[in-house]
């Protein structure tokens, strides 16, 4: 079995130079730093080869696309390699994480993301520990999934979102424990880790008809909705306040869901918060959105429904099968709470689940 690791430049600072129009992707210039760095050739780190991409982009110009680009890549290269390590610009790497986490079925080999707030050829760069660290996590076979590892901390792919545009420390994993904590040791947490993988593995595509997230606020109406909403749009993320509450006394508001929902737009629910996840029992704004189609995303980043409901529209199926397999847990990107939340129970209200 091959122990090298496969890194692949996709863009981003980490491989970024000083051009007259400001920072742009160089071609070679990570294989050439790192070919220059004596200590990641004395046998601690692991042998590896490296591929620029031909069209080295800015994260903000990738798309589903680049997404379908990178997981081909990987299956590409699967059998010949002990690890993959993906360098890619902060801006949009828990888009594509996420996206990848899906699209890699029955993943056995580690897949880490990473990239850097400096490009690596300049001075106090994050760049080099980076990606030092992400190839020897992809080397040590412990962690068979996609992960982003960013500044000591190794998160699960589909559980990570970008806090910080500027601080080294630009990565977190609100509603998940960090898989690793990466300082003097290399801890990893193996309790938080997936179980292996029960099928082989496979590439399935994403779709990349188009699909949208809406932050939820105060004054939106139900023709915003429906100006989103309309075809060929076929699934929606909705980013509603607290445990998932949007407006619940304007009729054209629900209206305007309930017309989309009924054509087969997949409506899901997530929370604008940090952290916590979507209860649509808890409210009358909630059991009223829920009564409009609208199916809870639970503690799920928009980052991760985006590209589950992808990877389930790539799939195939009915509106029906896709919302039923948006609400299961397929990755470990969202915990389920046993329905419904104690913490919302009164004595005088039965337990209704509205996400089943
Ligand atoms: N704009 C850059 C990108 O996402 C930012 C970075 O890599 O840190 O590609």
Known sequence: MSSTVYVAYTGGTIGMSRTADGYAPERGLLERVLRGMPELHGGQVPEFVIRDYADLKDSADLSPADWNAIGEDIAANYDDHAGFVILHGTDTMAYTASALSFVLEGLAKPVIFTGSQIPIGELRNDARNNLVTALMLAASGQVPEVCLYFNGLLLRGNRSTKVHAVGFDAFTSPNYPALGDIGIDMDIHGEHLRPPPTGPFR?????????????????????????????????????????????????????????ASARGVVIV????????????????????????????????????????????????????????????????????????????????????????
Do not use: W
């Not at 609208?294 to 199926?317: N, Q």
């Open 203 to 259: 590439f399935a595509a994403s779709s990349t008809e188009p699909v949208a997230a809406l932050r939820i606020f105060p004054g939106i109406t139900g023709d915003v909705i429906r100006n989103i909403a309309k075809p060929p749009l076929r699934g929606l993320v909705l980013e509603a306040y607290g445990v998932g509450n949007a407006p619940s006394h304007d009729p054209d508001f629900l209206a305007a869901l309930r017309e």
């Open 269 to 356: 629910d997530v929370t604008q918060c940090i952290r916590g996840s979507v209860d649509l029992t808890s409210y009358a704004a909630g059991v009223r959105l829920a009564g409009a189609g609208v199916i809870s995303g639970f503690d799920m980043t928009v980052e991760a429904a985006l590209g589950k409901l992808l990877y389930l529209l790539g799939r195939g199926g009915s509106a029906a099968d896709i919302a039923r397999a948006m609400q299961q847990d397929l990755r470990g990107e969202l915990t389920r709470p046993p329905p419904p939340f104690a913490r919302h129970q009164r004595p005088d209200r039965p337990a209704a689940d509205a996400s089943a």
